[in-house]
């Protein structure tokens, strides 16, 4: 079973610019994460979607922050304009709404570099 | 206070010992808790969850719960040198949100 996918792996930009990440989640589950990992800290939730819903944005700056998940599968967070502060790890994570402990599969990050 | 505390530096413990760690969360009504190990340069992976009082034992891992106390532990039995890694700490609140709060790591590093 292929695990979450997000692309590019890597990112290099210069502050002000747009930047977008997508990430594909493991086929059948409905539920998907973006999380924002500074180095030494653990990931802190930026949006988690429920299908095409997104049921908690609360920690989303929606200044400049953006999510879509169009049709419940992939989803796609955009960055404009970007700033020094956002050079981070973007992690996507998605869980299956049937298992009961709610494990939440990560995929390998995007590296986010703001010059 | 954070949600999520994990305070401990970097832990260095020889091959074979015993590596353990810890973890305080603020919210009283948590009811599941995760601890995650993440390799240098890779994604966070799920090694062990509790929800009850008590210890849980998966292989070398145990996960110990004290709600009481608000307080999470792992230990690492007979410790290898692929266990050094960053353990993360976290915990779902109450109410079925799905929503996990991490605590920002401990660095264990198994020395042969």
């Known amino acids: 079973e292929a695990g979450v996918v997000q692309s590019p792996r890597y990112k290099i930009i210069e502050k002000k610019q747009p930047v977008a990440f997508w990430c594909n989640p493991i086929?059948?589950?409905?539920?998907l994460y973006w999380y924002l990992q500074n180095l030494g800290q653990g990931p802190e939730l930026l949006i988690r979607?429920?299908?095409?819903?997104?049921?908690?944005d609360s920690q989303l700056p929606k200044d400049r922050f953006s999510a879509e998940r169009l049709k419940g599968v992939d989803s796609t967070l955009k960055i404009q304009p970007a700033e020094l502060g956002d050079s981070a790890v973007y992690l996507c994570?998605?869980?299956?709404?049937?298992?009961?402990?709610?494990?939440?599969?990560f995929g390998p990050g995007t590296r986010l570099t703001v010059l | 206070q954070k949600e999520v505390e994990q305070n401990s530096g970097p832990l260095s413990v020889p091959e074979g010992a015993i590596a353990s760690l810890n973890c305080t969360y603020s919210?009283?009504?948590?009811?599941?808790f995760f601890w995650y190990r993440q390799y240098s340069g890779k994604s966070p992976e799920l090694i062990m969850f509790?929800?009850?009082?008590g210890d849980k034992e998966d292989g070398r891992f145990t996960a110990q719960l004290n709600k009481a106390s608000q307080y999470v532990s792992l230990l690492i039995r007979d410790s290898q040198p692929s266990d050094s890694a960053t353990y993360l700490c976290?915990?779902?609140?109450?109410?079925?949100?799905?929503?996990?709060?991490f605590g920002k790591g401990n660095q264990v590093v198994v020395i042969p």
């Open positions: 994570a998605s869980s299956s709404g049937t298992v009961t402990y709610n494990e939440q599969f």
């Open positions: 919210d009283r009504g948590s009811q599941s």
């Open positions: 509790i929800y009850s009082n």
């Open positions: 086929s059948g589950h409905n539920t």
């Open positions: 976290a915990v779902m609140a109450a109410g079925g949100n799905n929503r996990l709060a």
């Open positions: 979607y429920e299908n095409e819903e997104a049921v908690d």
